[in-house]
């Protein structure tokens, strides 16, 4: 039986360029990542720049002292070879000159074996076996004569016409020249001195000499290799004296820099070990006496601290019981105002609205006490976000109309959270009630918008606005932009202040925006699950601000517009969005409801 089964098709083999082009990028990848390294660990470390630099510096140094002393060297060998060579050719050529003078037979078969015998007898020493000697026709004899007589190994060889050039025009001196030569397959140089010698019924002859320097070869490599591991040994030792010299600095300095983030911990008694009496220890000792006065001085504002928030918190208590008769007795005041005369009517009229002041002042204080104290507490109920915006516009609906201003929800779409419903709301009437009252009769937008780790509420007024440096104050406990100016709502400062505090609470935070003459814009972000950090504020807070993230943790933060950023105790990032962040251009627009509409 056959089998039908389809033969799975092999693969291509893979195109030898992909191969090459992954290699290549593989390649790319490594090397950026070592020059990444590199560029990382010279930015951070003390250690490798000191260390680099010393060793980039002796590295230079060894450098530029071994080439001298190498080139010194080799110039005093050379020169020491060539005297030595002129001395013996001077000689030598002086023995055959004076070996055909004293022939008394000039055929050419005599003159050409007493020119072998003399080349052979030069070439071969007793103390030297590898000198090259050549005896040829000088270039301005045409005279027939003998041939070309040289040593076996110098056969192959040509001297250079420009010697042979010179020996024609000042025959009496010799030509010295270094020439390469070919040795077993490596090129070593060599000296050649040329000299003129007469031959009788030959004429004028060219004797060279040539002296091979491979000893002296073989003792340069060994001076280079010297230097080269001298120089080496040089610069590890550097970098070793570097290293423990920096070590000696870099170790106390980490050790203060880790004491110092210990203290801005929290860590109040850590303090520098002291060794010896050197500037280390100097910079120790006067460390560890900074940091014995900032702790002193901590503990000191800490103790003022606590008294100030016992004093409160005392002076809060006890006010409550007079406090209680007072207000009785004005309430039974107030009640029969009608009975009194005009002016006794109507200072009981002030009575009862200063105690009502008061009263909203006492309670600030007992819970700025219990924010002081760690006392506060949560108590979170799923809390629907936009009618909670829509009933504290509600509340203030009659202050807005009583100051000509107009209350827009913008919130397109509802949300639930688990939030203190008490505090939250008392955040949004503090925001509502503050726009109302700087807004100049121009519209109020309440704003709530979403993301998948926050949500915001963005109370808007576009009235006198805030000066530059103000939102670094407006959360100030009593701070007010313009004491000299009247409320309308009676305010008594602190509001702003327990909104912070309660946003902390819930691990949000508030921020502030303003612009002389372009309003205010005060943002309440708050998580929308417990527990899950924020990412990112989904809501508006400066118009027409470009994207940007910040990192920032508890307390007040400047914005790159002057702005200030309250965080909770975690750190949170903090990204303004140029199309979420913009307020709606038409305020009845899509999404929109007034103050008096049910929310959608």
């Known amino acids: 039986m056959w089998d039908?089964?389809?033969?799975?098709?092999?693969?291509?083999?893979?195109?030898?360029?992909?191969?090459?082009?992954?290699?290549?990028?593989?390649?790319?990848?490594?090397?950026?990542r070592l020059v990444a390294f590199c560029v990382r660990s010279w930015r951070r470390s003390l250690h490798v720049?000191?260390?680099?630099?010393?060793?980039?510096?002796?590295?230079?140094?060894?450098?530029?002292?071994?080439?001298?002393?190498?080139?010194?060297?080799?110039?005093?060998?050379?020169?020491?070879?060539?005297?030595?060579?002129?001395?013996?050719?001077?000689?030598?050529?002086?023995?055959?000159?004076?070996?055909?003078?004293?022939?008394?037979?000039?055929?050419?078969?005599?003159?050409?074996?007493?020119?072998r015998d003399?080349?052979?007898?030069?070439?071969?020493?007793?103390?030297?076996?590898?000198?090259?000697?050549?005896?040829?026709r000088a270039s301005d004899n045409t005279r027939p004569g003998i041939p070309l007589v040289a040593t076996a190994r110098a056969r192959g060889f040509t001297p250079p016409a420009d010697v042979r050039g010179a020996l024609a025009r000042d025959p009496a001196h010799q030509q010295t020249k270094i020439v390469s030569l070919d040795?077993?397959?490596?090129h070593i140089p060599a000296v050649m001195v040329g000299s003129r010698v007469s031959i009788p019924n030959a004429g004028a002859y060219d004797l060279y000499l040539i002296f091979p320097m491979d000893k002296e070869a073989d003792s340069l490599s060994i001076v280079r290799t010297s230097f080269a591991a001298g120089g080496l040994a040089l610069i590890l030792l550097l970098g070793a004296c570097a290293y423990l010299a920096t070590r000696l600095v870099v170790t106390p300095v980490r050790s203060a820099a880790h004491v110092s983030e210990r203290l801005a911990a929290g860590n109040l008694d850590e303090r520098m070990p002291v060794r010896g009496e050197d500037d280390?220890?100097?910079?120790?000792?006067?460390?560890?006496?900074?940091?014995?006065?900032?702790?002193?001085?901590?503990?000191?504002?800490e103790d003022l601290s606590h008294l100030q928030q016992r004093f409160t918190s005392d002076v809060s208590h006890e006010l409550r019981t007079p406090l209680t008769t007072i207000r009785m007795a004005a309430d039974m005041i107030h009640d029969s105002r009608g009975d009194f005369a005009a002016h006794v009517a109507r200072s009981s009229e002030l009575l009862s609205k200063e105690l009502d002041r008061f009263e909203s002042l006492l309670a600030d204080l007992l819970e700025i006490s219990r924010f002081d104290a760690?006392?506060?507490?949560?108590?979170?109920?799923?809390?629907?976000?936009?009618?909670?915006?829509?009933?504290?516009?509600?509340?203030?609906?009659?202050?807005?109309?009583?100051?000509?201003c107009r209350l827009v929800l913008d919130a397109p779409n509802d949300v639930t959270i688990d939030v203190d419903r008490r505090r939250v709301e008392r955040i949004l009437r503090n925001l509502v009630a503050n726009a109302i009252e700087h807004g100049q009769g121009q519209p109020v937008v309440v704003t709530l918008?979403?993301?998948?780790?926050?949500?915001?509420?963005?109370?808007?007024?576009?009235?006198?606005?805030?000066?530059?440096?103000?939102?670094?104050?407006?959360?100030d406990r009593f701070w007010r932009a313009d004491p000299a100016r009247a409320r309308t709502t009676g305010g008594t400062g602190l509001g702003l202040s327990i909104s912070l505090e309660d946003a902390r609470l819930h691990d949000g935070f508030l921020e502030a925006w303003g612009a002389p003459g372009e309003g205010s814009c005060f943002r309440l972000t708050l998580p929308r699950?417990?527990?899950?950090?924020?990412?990112?504020?989904?809501?508006?807070?400066?118009?027409?601000?470009?994207?940007?993230?910040?990192?920032?943790?508890?307390?007040?933060?400047?914005?790159?517009?002057?702005?200030?950023?309250?965080?909770?105790?975690?750190?949170?990032?903090?990204?303004?969005?140029?199309?979420?962040?913009?307020?709606?251009?038409?305020?009845?627009?899509?999404?929109?409801?007034?103050?008096?509409?049910?929310?959608?």
């Open 4 to 32: 039908t089964r389809p033969v799975p098709a092999h693969p291509p083999p893979e195109a030898p360029r992909s191969v090459l082009r992954r290699a290549y990028d593989a390649s790319r990848r490594a090397i950026r």
């Open 49 to 115: 720049r000191v260390i680099s630099l010393t060793m980039l510096m002796g590295l230079t140094v060894v450098i530029a002292v071994g080439s001298l002393m190498y080139q010194g060297i080799a110039d005093g060998l050379v020169r020491s070879k060539t005297a030595s060579a002129q001395q013996i050719a001077l000689s030598e050529t002086a023995d055959v000159q004076s070996a055909f003078d004293a022939t008394d037979k000039t055929d050419m078969t005599t003159l050409y074996n007493l020119s």
């Open 118 to 136: 003399s080349v052979q007898r030069i070439a071969s020493p007793l103390d030297d076996s590898a000198r090259l000697v050549i005896l040829m």
């Open 183 to 186: 040795a077993t397959g490596r």
């Open 280 to 301: 280390i220890a100097r910079l120790a000792t006067s460390f560890n006496a900074m940091a014995s006065s900032l702790q002193r001085q901590i503990g000191q504002l």
């Open 374 to 404: 760690g006392g506060a507490v949560l108590s979170r109920t799923p809390t629907s976000m936009r009618q909670l915006c829509a009933e504290v516009n509600d509340m203030h609906a009659q202050l807005a109309d009583k100051l000509g």
């Open 449 to 475: 918008r979403a993301n998948s780790t926050a949500v915001s509420v963005s109370v808007r007024d576009y009235g006198i606005g805030l000066k530059e440096g103000e939102a670094d104050k407006v959360f």
């Open 529 to 600: 699950v417990q527990g899950v950090a924020i990412a990112a504020s989904p809501g508006p807070l400066q118009p027409g601000l470009s994207a940007r993230t910040k990192q920032i943790s508890s307390g007040t933060m400047r914005t790159s517009d002057g702005g200030a950023r309250l965080a909770s105790g975690y750190p949170v990032a903090i990204e303004a969005k140029k199309r979420s962040n913009s307020l709606p251009q038409v305020i009845d627009g899509e999404g929109a409801v007034d103050a008096g509409e049910a929310p959608r």
